[in-house]
């Protein structure tokens, strides 16, 4: 059992939760392996639209977290394989600063995510995963629910495709994530092509996806990321899917797995 995309307390808008508690339940759990993929900083000249802005960790805090994790690490060896890791934002137009902390940390990594939560309209950036309210503002802004779908999917693609360096993530990050309020804003007929698009990107790069249990917990949304048949194409084309719970909280290790299509996991 892989986890690979797992948060930690250096969430600034997660848990207290230690990183010992998370290695512990992922014993319990079973499992034989798990990635910690914590937010990266954000480049220093992108404004973080959220109120709070805590999307992702505060660059001071970096060095800390990588040292915590190699201190697990090697503290549950005979345990578990510990990975250390981030989930990169590729936000476009922040490329080059991208691409510099990649090159600062990337060598001492041993797997990451290449993530799109950050969407730019004619009116300013939104973070289309954040609430309800500010994803009615960026369909707002975007025109309708189609184009905003498009927007997000050309994102992704560019995400794939984008030269972010030699340290550049191998695996993209909850590919459906614009569908986290999906029973409020029902997805638009032919999302599944766009989704399509992407895959073939992804195939193209050989890069691998995160089958990412949160959104079945999440109240509005209630599947996975992708969803199975997106899953299941993937899979048919070869693409490697990694099962990542998202956790946010040492509790939510393994969330959505009982509910996934197991047998397509890269193991």
């Known amino acids: 059992m892989k986890d690979g995309h797992i948060h930690s ?26 990635t910690f993929t914590e937010h990266a900083p954000l480049p220093a ?8 802005k805590d999307s992702g960790m505060k660059l001071e805090d970096l060095e800390a977290y990588l040292h915590a994790v190699d201190v697990v690490k090697n503290e549950y060896s005979g345990d578990i394989l510990v990975q250390k890791g981030l989930e990169i934002d590729y936000i476009k137009g922040h490329e ?16 990451s995510i290449l ?29 309708d629910l189609q184009q905003l779908y498009v927007a997000y999917n050309q994102r992704l693609i560019d995400s794939v495709r984008a030269d972010l360096g030699p340290w550049k993530p191998g695996r993209i990050g909850h590919m459906t994530l614009v569908k986290k309020f999906q029973e409020l804003y029902p997805a638009p007929e032919g999302w599944e092509t766009l989704s399509s698009h992407v895959l073939h990107a ?18 509005h949304c209630k599947e996975t990321y992708p969803p199975v048949e997106i ?10 899917l990694i099962y990542g719970s998202d956790a ?3 509790a939510a290790l393994g969330q959505g797995l009982s509910d996934i299509s197991t047998q397509l996991l890269t193991r």
């Open 45 to 52: 000249t992108f404004q973080d639209p959220v109120p709070e």
């Open 115 to 143: 993530s799109v939560h950050f969407l730019k309209g004619s009116q300013g950036w939104y973070c289309i995963d954040y609430s309800p309210e500010m994803f009615q503002e960026a369909v707002k802004d975007f025109g």
């Open 9 to 34: 307390p250096y969430c600034p808008h997660g848990t207290s939760d230690s990183l010992k508690m998370y290695v512990e339940q992922a014993i319990e759990l079973g499992y034989q392996s798990m």
């Open 248 to 250: 946010h909280q040492a």
């Open 96 to 111: 080059s600063e991208t691409t510099a902390l990649l090159d600062t940390y990337g060598p001492s990594l041993d797997d």
């Open 202 to 219: 992804v195939k193209d790069c050989a890069m691998t996806l995160d089958y990412n249990g949160a959104g079945l917990k999440k109240a």
């Open 231 to 240: 899953a299941r194409k993937a899979y048919a084309m070869g693409i490697p």
